[in-house]
Nanobody, 121 residues
Framework: QVQLVESGGGLVQAGGSLRLSCVASGRTFSTYAMGWFRQAPGKEREFVARIASVTGISYQANSVKGRFTIARDNAKNTVYLQMNSLKPEDTAVYYC??????????????WGQGTQVTVSS
């Protein structure tokens, strides 16, 4: 079992930055790929970014490429999402997830409770 706890969300003006963190329990964190997803009100959950378990290879959705960066620190059991140049359309609940290196939510086995990000115009 892996438990995930996100933090770092909040209210920010457009153009601002936030860094989300997701801390995992358990000793197997380094064996999982990690992903960030988001869900805006009335919309389906969508993929944001993913990072491989050991190589650190990462991939971001086109909507955030060049603005968001995913990183992980296996020694701290933590994955990060650095979000720069935020836009109002980035407003959503952000979730981290542990599973297989994929952009599909069904390929992730464990999910955090989410953290709210609100970007004002």
């Amino acid at each position: 079992q892996v438990q995930l706890v996100e933090s770092g969300g909040g209210l920010v003006q457009a153009g601002g930055s936030l860094r989300l963190s997701c801390v995992a329990s358990g000793r197997t964190f380094s064996t999982y790929a990690m992903g960030w997803f988001r869900q805006a009100p009335g919309k389906e959950r969508e993929f944001v970014a993913r990072i491989a378990s050991v190589t650190g290879i990462s991939y971001q959705a086109n909507s955030v490429k060049g603005r968001f960066t995913i990183a992980r620190d296996n020694a701290k059991n933590t994955v990060y999402l650095q979000m720069n140049s935020l836009k109002p359309e980035d407003t959503a609940v952000y979730y981290c997830a542990a599973g297989t290196y994929s952009s599909r939510s069904q390929d992730y086995d464990y999910w955090g409770q989410g953290t709210q990000v609100t970007v004002s115009s």
